[in-house]
């Protein structure tokens, strides 16, 4: 791949990333607003439950974007490629327990994130709900990846060497987009609580506590992400690791590490800062940066992909 060719697909894919990346907020929203509401039952702060709270009304909103988006897409591609799209639903299609794990992280998240209110005095049931969404999003992304890798072997004869790099690429594969769906509901939620400060008005100190929170916990999960991506590395074959130097998607690959790098020292920054209302600008750098990151991760996953 040339580096014109490399820059055209970049930029194709840059809006399909940004979509992708507002449906990984949504799958990541569960365990964030958990991770929240538990804390607030723990160390008896309420700031705790409402910062949990805005994560379940922008999860719900980011979730029904989500099945829109999914809906129309399969919708499209079913008028195009009909006997593909059967093929998924089939009692044969490895992506059928994917499709399993997304349906009950659907339903247990609609009703988690609906019925905040008036589950307020029953809050260990409301938080099982929320384990169960959760439980089944993480479940579905990690199920996705090795159906994924299968569904594309299906359809050739793959040689040992194959069979072997794809078996070495699943598992890195799946925790580097479980941990991202975290990071990027995280995120996203640093730039709502902004764009929601002045319609909610929970005042400044709810905010300045929340944006450090928001902050610390898009941290933590993409300096795993950006550990997984030197674990993918090392599992490559020598034969794809030099197809990966020798092309321009080294450049790529290191932008995703630098963009992703940056993106967390601008959050350690805000988590840090005694006045990060003050840096509220640079929730949406940090939320730029981790768009374009992203787009280069597809495109490295992408090509990857088609090297088995």
Same mark, same amino acid.
């Given at each position: 791949?040339?580096?014109?060719e ?17 449906g ?10 958990? *991770? ?20 379940g ?11 829109i ?6 919708g ?24 399993? /794990?997304?349906?009950?992280f ?15 005095n029953t809050?260990v ?11 089944? /999003? ?5 199920? /996705?990846?090795?159906?994924?890798? /299968?569904?594309? *072997?299906s ?15 699943? *598992? ?36 300045s506590?929340? %944006? ?6 898009a ?6 992400? *950006? ?19 020798g092309t ?27 006045s990060?209302?003050? %840096?509220?600008?640079?929730?949406? %750098? ?13 495109m ?7 090297l088995?």
């Open positions: 791949m040339s580096t014109q490399t820059l055209t697909m970049i930029a194709f894919l840059l809006v399909p990333a940004l979509f992708s990346l507002l990984m907020g949504a799958i990541g929203s569960p365990a964030i607003a958990v *991770l929240g509401e538990m804390s607030a039952k723990t160390k008896k702060r309420v700031f705790f439950d409402k910062y949990a709270q805005q994560i009304s922008m999860g719900l909103i980011l979730l029904i974007l989500l099945l988006v999914q809906g129309a897409a399969y499209v591609a079913l008028t195009k490629f009909p006997q593909y799209i059967h093929a998924l639903f089939t009692l044969e299609s490895p992506l059928l327990n994917t499709f399993a /794990a997304f349906g009950v659907t339903i247990f998240s609609l009703i988690y994130f609906t019925t905040w209110t008036k589950m307020r809050k049931l409301h938080i099982s709900l929320g384990m169960i969404a959760a439980l089944a /999003a993480l479940t579905c992304v990690a199920l /996705a990846i090795p159906a994924k890798i /299968a569904w594309m *072997l359809h050739s004869t793959p040689t040992d060497e194959t069979l072997s790099a794809a078996t070495a690429m699943i *598992l890195p594969m799946s925790i580097m987009y479980a941990l991202l769906t975290m990071a990027a509901a995280a995120a996203l939620s640093a730039t709502y609580l902004v764009l929601r400060r002045n319609k909610d008005d929970f005042g400044r100190d709810y905010y506590f929340s %944006l450090r929170l928001a902050a610390r916990w941290t933590l999960p993409m300096l795993g992400f *950006l550990g997984c991506q030197g674990w993918l590395y090392a599992t490559l074959p020598a034969s794809f690791k030099s197809i990966v130097t321009p998607l080294a450049f790529v690959w290191s932008g995703v590490v630098a963009l992703g790098a940056i993106s967390a020292l601008i959050w350690i920054l805000i988590a840090r800062n005694e990060p209302l003050r %840096l509220k600008g640079l929730t949406f %750098l940090a939320l730029t940066l981790f768009w374009f990151m992203h787009t280069l991760n597809i490295v996953a992408v090509n990857l992909l088609t088995l």
